[in-house]
């Protein structure tokens, strides 16, 4: 089974911290991707990868960065934390073709104080 | 542009069949993915249609109409772990992404 793996469960941050989220994936996936939820809103893509050190803005980049810099490893980073990017965010994986799915972790609930 | 349409919220009982509509309007057309959500959960993969017709798993089927911009996800002999929130997700033009439609929550009472 597809296994993608994200650091954190919940994570409380302040205002203007640099914030980090890690995920890993263990099935070899050349695409990458990270989302966040919120209600009423669904998932929004954020960034994606479809190799090391290549990136493609989704349709909320603004605020967020992310590094490829191995295969299994796709960080997030928020430059400057907001309180309007508490969400839920969520990594997922994906072999290169477009017809397999895409392979969600559990996500990770992250409060901006 | 893009645009995905689905009801935001459906009740159904025990035992029943609940149909799932979907409408997208893409720039192009590579595929449609289903995923269910259970609250607090990842999205996990249900179907996946690229071609017109039904496609069936079980209990649970998703059809395309490509012409008609059109997709629906049945199910049947709904039970109680049924009650999700259940994601239309079409292909990107370039055949890179997923874009998600907001998702239909289910409730199945008894």
């Known amino acids: 089974d597809v296994k993608v793996t994200q650091s954190s469960r919940y994570l409380v941050k302040r205002t203007g911290e640099k914030v980090f989220l890690e995920c890993v994936q263990d099935?070899?996936?050349?695409?990458m991707f990270w989302y966040r939820q919120d209600p009423g809103l669904g998932l929004r893509l954020i960034y994606f990868?479809?190799?090391?050190?290549?990136?493609e803005k989704g349709d909320i980049p603004e605020g967020y960065s992310v590094s490829r810099e191995k295969k299994e490893r796709f960080s997030l980073i928020l430059e400057s934390a907001s309180t309007n990017q508490t969400s839920m965010y969520l990594c997922?994986?994906?072999?290169?073709?477009?017809?397999?799915?895409?392979?969600f972790g559990d996500g990770t609930r992250l409060s901006i104080l | 542009g893009q645009n995905i349409d689905q009801p935001t919220e459906m009740t159904a009982t025990e035992g029943a069949i609940v149909q799932i509509n979907c409408t997208y309007q893409t720039s192009g057309f590579n595929g449609l993915f289903w995923y269910q959500q259970h609250a607090g959960e990842a999205p996990t993969f249900l179907s996946y249609?690229?071609?017109?017709g039904l496609e069936e798993k079980g209990r649970f089927s998703s059809f395309l109409s490509r012409s008609k911009g059109y997709s629906y996800l049945l199910l049947k002999e709904l039970q109680m772990k049924d009650s999700a929130s259940y994601l239309c997700a079409p292909i990107n033009q370039a055949g890179t992404a997923l874009i998600f439609g907001k998702g239909t929550t289910l409730s199945v009472s008894s």
């Open positions: 099935m070899d996936h050349e695409n």
């Open positions: 249609n690229v071609l017109d």
């Open positions: 997922a994986s994906s072999t290169r073709d477009s017809n397999q799915p895409q392979h």
């Open positions: 990868s479809y190799d090391v050190k290549m990136k």
